[in-house]
């Protein structure tokens, strides 16, 4: 059974629910540090208040009881400026100092005008009466913050504690005084801490806002890719499947033609590409047929020759249909072996990579080459070149140079086989604005046909009397090779004596 794959959307919101969650994780780890980071750095600071609270009662050698504690809270009420609430507990765990008994928003240099004296254990709830008005003291619960049990705990390490009273939230640090050597009583430092909170909660609210934010964009992004990349993808991967599995009904991806991005530019690449392929494919259908019929008129004379053969007992006779039966056998031969070229050709072109070439450099090498070949056959065929003044320069195409080469050869081929001897191939060479043309002139027989441009077709019939040695591939193979460079070619007669011309226009190299 064939495994179904996950999409890439699927994919991509599972990577971002997992990362969410580790987010997720490492956030509520981190909210939940924030407070007691906060509640942390109070307690230190009410540490401070406590070492030097204990450093002026045993420098000033007060007595833990009620009488010097309350003095002392009146000497030294500076050291407890912006603290909600300082209490002195002795061993037993009994009050016996609050500065709630105290005004402490008066200046540190000058004694409360008004001042109720209040029992231990009832400052609470009291009131303060202050320019002849009363005020009201922080309301704070002794028995709401601690009970006597509190001091039990204790075990040579501060005591922090942390109390939600009234929507307010207060934190206190309990420690052991000593003065002397002895262990003389508790003091405790409260101090309202809302803005713990506040600090807290503006992060949370930070923070959530944060992600849902981020969210939003994933979220965004995720739409954004599903309709603009995901689903043009999961079209074109429907299309190809269609293509292969030969389905009746095709894909239209022709909205995606508009797109210049890279989607667009895919959509029109495997368009293209598909289009060649098919091109390719009934090409190679149609040349297949057009084997098939080439070879059974050969075969079809071949078979007659040699049935006939063995009846005939004239020498004469004999000579002629072993002619036939040897001119059949180079036909076959011919048409099979550039048959089998062709496909590779048509193989080679599509991984050979164009470069800069010089066409009359080309030109050059391949007309040396059949002068050669012409002076060894002994055939009196002039070829002449005609080019342009190039002041050095050379007529640069973007091309492969091989191919060019095969196109020249099959030119001159095609023109020789039509020459008679002592006649002149003329090959010239013009510059226009954006191209160059190379025109194959010869005094042949030219074309006989209305209509010229049949002669570059496959296996075209209009053939000299040596056809065993032409399958009637050479033209279609040239103009298969110019317009895979972007080239032209046309075919016409002379106009001014008989002979053809075969005029190919290829794109300058810019």
């Known amino acids: 059974m064939k495994k179904k794959s996950a999409s890439i959307l699927k994919k991509f919101l599972l990577f971002n629910l997992l990362v969410f969650s580790i987010l997720g994780l490492f956030t509520i780890i981190y909210l939940n540090a924030i407070q007691p980071n906060l509640v942390k750095q109070r307690i230190a600071n009410h540490i401070i208040i406590i070492n030097n609270t204990k450093d002026h009662l045993n420098r000033l050698n007060v007595k833990f009881n009620n009488q010097s504690i309350q003095k002392f809270l009146l000497s030294t009420r500076f050291l407890f400026q912006g603290l909600d609430r300082v209490q002195f507990y002795s061993l037993e765990g009994d009050l016996i100092g609050d500065t709630n008994t105290l005004d402490l928003d008066k200046s540190v240099f000058s004694k409360s005008e008004f001042i109720i004296e209040e029992k231990i254990g009832e400052a609470g709830n009291q009131n303060l009466v202050k320019d002849g008005k009363k005020e009201k003291i922080l309301d704070i619960d002794d028995k709401s913050f601690f009970g006597k049990d509190i001091f039990m705990k204790y075990q040579d390490k501060p005591i922090v504690l942390e109390n939600k009273i009234k929507n307010n939230f207060f934190v ?156 059949d056998v180079e036909r076959i031969e011919r048409l099979i072996t550039d048959y089998s070229q062709v496909l590779k050709d048509e193989a080679s072109l599509s991984r050979e990579k164009m470069e800069k070439v010089d066409l009359i450099s080309i030109i050059n090498n391949v007309v040396e080459e059949f002068k050669y070949n012409l002076t060894n056959q002994n055939k009196d065929i002039e070829i002449k070149i005609k080019s342009i003044k190039v002041n050095g320069k050379g007529l640069y195409v973007l091309g492969i140079a091989n191919r060019l080469e095969q196109v020249i050869a099959n030119l001159l081929d095609n023109a020789i086989s039509f020459s008679t001897d002592k006649s002149t191939i003329d090959i010239e060479i013009k510059e226009k604005k954006d191209n160059y043309l190379i025109i194959v002139l010869d005094q042949g027989p030219g074309f006989k046909e209305k209509s010229v441009q049949k002669i570059f077709k496959r296996f075209y019939s209009n053939r000299p009397k040596s056809f065993g040695e032409h399958s009637g591939l050479g033209l279609n193979i040239v103009k298969n090779i110019v317009e895979l460079h972007n080239g032209v070619i046309s075919a016409s007669n002379r106009t001014n004596m008989n002979g053809a011309m075969i005029e190919v226009s290829l794109p300058k190299y810019i």
């Open 172 to 327: 206190s640090t309990l420690e052991k005084v000593q003065l002397n050597s002895n262990y003389s009583g508790y003091i405790i430092v409260t101090e309202q801490a809302n803005d713990i909170l506040i600090a807290v909660e503006e992060r949370r609210n930070f923070i959530i806002r944060t992600v849902l934010a981020v969210g939003l964009v994933i979220l965004i992004f995720s739409l954004f890719l599903n309709k603009y990349i995901l689903r043009p993808i999961k079209f074109l991967v429907l299309y190809t499947e269609a293509i292969k599995e030969k389905a009746d009904t095709s894909i239209d991806v022709s909205k995606f033609f508009v797109r210049e991005d890279e989607i667009g530019k895919l959509t029109k690449s495997i368009e293209n590409m598909t289009s060649e392929l098919q091109k390719r494919t009934n090409r190679a259908e149609t040349f297949s047929t057009d084997l098939a019929h080439e070879i059974r008129n050969p075969l079809a004379s071949l078979k007659g020759a040699s049935e006939l053969i063995d009846k005939t007992k004239d020498l004469k006779e004999r000579e002629k249909l072993l002619n036939i039966i040897s001119h």
